[in-house]
């Protein structure tokens, strides 16, 4: 609990109507999508840069707990505080498109802007911001950056890192820093904007971001492959790209997955089938496009495919899409907990993954619906459980701790974009020897000698 001359010298510094004790914000602020609930003390709303480097320093001096927050939509307890302290939360004041720089091809954001609205201010001026993530229409680009965000179009066009050009930062003792440059190259000194994508947090708060932008392609195409097996599916995957065909995305449902789509919503999906694959293509040619697409089908057909549907317009594309989009919800017929995992390993691996995923559900009687981004290996797999039930919870995590092993000795990784939080902190020793822990303890040690920005996750 926090002392209230604590409160009192933090509203001095954001002003009474930026800083929240009442019960109500407290409980607003206490989880995110994995539902564990950890109420903060406080929630303070910093108005710019000079705020966050005001509470910062103030909280280090203090041994005060800080969290720094964006939407609150990930899946590991990354921005929830744990052990009390406060939340720093981004989306009431900086929240701004600084700039886009059309000569450059270049935008520069607060980290409380919405991943859809970057996407969107972009496409207006004739450019592209490609990350995707499917919490993109509600999810910050703060929040993207700290986890690492991907998305369907990572098959093509990478992840948020390979858009990140520069960061403004504060450190824990309230340091600014500037990290990268808005150049293409830049090899002066160590990598420190590299360091902080993907720390969750826990290093420094990030303030300013200077990202990337491309020309946005004038056309896309999209079809759908249906599979007897998952295996044949996954083998179509790796070798679509080993043919050098590159899709914008190469996603994918197993048959639980299209079952409980059908089950929920009537589309008229192919419930027999063992897998379908949805690819879409973009580019300045239509005839190329076309090309893609054939090329995509004859490895397909190669590979099993039984059915092969282009989509004539916008409007089939999207009832294309469709089961993809809204598989995650649908899944939820299978049980009243999902463990929602996602791992990544090399697309060549993926059909090995599939199968012993099949035998872990076996083991364990439980049902596995796994779906995803497979265009770049990363398989979201979901153990459902009766939540109320705690035997079946502890079978359940069983299950995903076996899953992480066949991901890592696969030369996978336990998180391809959710990140590591507290959810997936007990599991870090799989995926890194003590030589490794050790390195991570010290950079965070370096940052933050306090610990008091972002503790206890990640496994550090």
Same mark, same amino acid.
């Given at each position: 609990?926090?002392?209230?001359?604590?409160?009192?010298? #933090?509203?001095?510094?954001?002003?009474?109507?930026?800083?929240?004790?009442?019960?109500?914000? #407290?409980?607003?602020?206490? &989880?995110?999508?994995?539902?564990?609930?950890?109420?903060?003390?406080?929630?303070?709303?910093?108005? @710019?840069?000079? @705020?966050?480097?005001?509470?910062?320093?103030?909280?280090?001096?203090?041994? +005060? +707990?800080?969290?720094?927050?964006?939407?609150?939509?990930? %899946?590991?307890?990354? *921005?929830?505080?744990?052990?009390?302290?406060?939340?720093?939360?981004?989306?009431?004041?900086?929240?701004? +498109?600084?700039?886009?720089? !059309?000569?450059? !091809?270049?935008?520069?954001?607060?980290?409380?802007?919405?991943? !859809?609205?970057?996407?969107?201010?972009?496409?207006?001026?004739? #450019?592209?911001?490609?990350?995707?993530?499917? *919490?993109?229409?509600? *999810?910050?680009?703060?929040?993207?950056?700290?986890?690492?965000?991907?998305?369907?179009?990572?098959?093509?066009?990478?992840?948020?890192?390979? &858009?990140?050009?520069?960061?403004?930062?504060?450190?824990?003792?309230?340091?600014?820093?500037?990290?990268?440059?808005?150049?293409?190259?830049?090899?002066?000194? &160590?990598?420190?904007?590299?360091?902080?994508?993907?720390?969750?947090?826990?290093?420094?708060?990030?303030?300013?971001?200077?990202?990337?932008?491309?020309?946005?392609?004038?056309?896309?195409?999209?079809?759908?492959?249906?599979?007897?097996?998952?295996?044949?599916?996954?083998?179509?995957? &790796?070798?679509?790209?080993?043919?050098?065909?590159?899709?914008?995305?190469?996603?994918?449902?197993?048959?639980?997955?299209?079952?409980?789509?059908?089950?929920?919503?009537?589309?008229?999906?192919?419930?027999?089938?063992?897998?379908?694959?949805?690819?879409?293509? @973009?580019?300045?040619?239509?005839?190329?496009?076309?090309?893609?697409?054939?090329?995509?089908?004859?490895?397909?057909?190669?590979?099993?495919?039984?059915?092969?549907?282009?989509?004539?317009?916008?409007?089939?594309?999207?009832?294309?899409?469709?089961?993809?989009?809204?598989?995650?919800?649908?899944?939820?017929?299978?049980?009243?907990?999902? #463990?929602?995992?996602?791992?990544?390993?090399?697309?060549?691996?993926?059909?090995?993954?599939?199968?012993?995923?099949?035998?872990?559900?076996?083991?364990?009687?439980?049902?596995?619906?796994? %779906?995803?981004?497979?265009?770049?290996?990363?398989?979201?797999?979901?153990?459902?459980?009766?939540?109320?039930?705690?035997?079946?919870?502890?079978?359940?995590?069983?299950?995903?701790?076996?899953?992480?092993?066949?991901?890592?000795?696969?030369?996978?990784?336990?998180?391809?974009?959710?990140?590591?939080?507290?959810?997936?902190?007990?599991?870090?020793?799989?995926?890194?020897?003590?030589?490794?822990?050790?390195? %991570?303890?010290?950079?965070?040690?370096? %940052?933050?000698?306090?610990?008091?920005?972002?503790?206890?996750?990640?496994?550090?």
């Amino acid at each position: 609990m926090i002392d209230t001359p604590h409160i009192k010298a #933090l509203t001095e510094i954001v002003g009474v109507e930026n800083i929240y004790t009442d019960k109500a914000h #407290l409980i607003a602020y206490s &989880y995110d999508a994995t539902r564990n609930r950890f109420e903060p003390d406080a929630v303070l709303f910093p108005r @710019d840069e000079k @705020d966050v480097s005001e509470i910062l320093r103030y909280c280090d001096k203090n041994g +005060i +707990i800080i969290v720094p927050r964006g939407a609150g939509s990930g %899946f590991t307890g990354g *921005s929830l505080s744990i052990k009390g302290g406060i939340i720093l939360a981004f989306e009431k004041h900086m929240n701004k +498109i600084l700039e886009i720089d !059309m000569d450059n !091809m270049v935008a520069v954001v607060q980290p409380g802007v919405i991943n !859809m609205e970057l996407q969107k201010a972009a496409e207006m001026r004739g #450019l592209f911001y490609p990350p995707d993530p499917a *919490s993109e229409e509600h *999810s910050t680009i703060g929040g993207n950056v700290s986890e690492n965000a991907g998305g369907m179009r990572a098959a093509k066009y990478g992840i948020t890192k390979d &858009y990140v050009m520069a960061l403004r930062a504060v450190l824990p003792n309230g340091d600014i820093i500037r990290a990268g440059k808005r150049t293409i190259k830049d090899v002066a000194g &160590y990598n420190i904007a590299g360091i902080l994508i993907a720390s969750e947090g826990t290093l420094a708060a990030i303030t300013e971001i200077t990202l990337k932008l491309i020309a946005k392609p004038k056309f896309t195409k999209t079809a759908l492959g249906v599979f007897p097996s998952v295996r044949h599916a996954m083998s179509a995957v &790796y070798k679509t790209f080993a043919k050098g065909i590159t899709p914008v995305a190469m996603e994918f449902l197993d048959n639980l997955s299209i079952r409980a789509v059908e089950e929920r919503f009537h589309k008229g999906l192919p419930k027999d089938a063992g897998a379908i694959l949805i690819a879409d293509v @973009d580019g300045d040619e239509p005839t190329l496009l076309d090309e893609q697409i054939l090329k995509i089908s004859e490895v397909f057909k190669e590979n099993g495919c039984n059915d092969f549907k282009t989509a004539k317009n916008e409007d089939e594309a999207k009832d294309l899409w469709f089961a993809r989009r809204n598989c995650s919800q649908s899944i939820t017929i299978y049980g009243s907990k999902k #463990l929602n995992e996602d791992i990544t390993v090399p697309r060549s691996k993926l059909p090995q993954l599939l199968e012993e995923i099949e035998q872990i559900a076996k083991k364990y009687d439980v049902l596995i619906p796994c %779906f995803g981004h497979t265009g770049d290996g990363n398989v979201h797999t979901n153990v459902m459980v009766d939540g109320s039930n705690k035997e079946q919870l502890d079978i359940g995590h069983k299950a995903i701790e076996e899953i992480f092993k066949i991901a890592i000795d696969l030369g996978g990784t336990l998180s391809g974009e959710h990140g590591i939080g507290i959810s997936k902190a007990p599991f870090m020793h799989l995926a890194f020897n003590e030589a490794e822990m050790g390195l %991570f303890r010290a950079i965070k040690k370096t %940052f933050d000698p306090n610990n008091i920005l972002n503790p206890y996750k990640m496994g550090i």
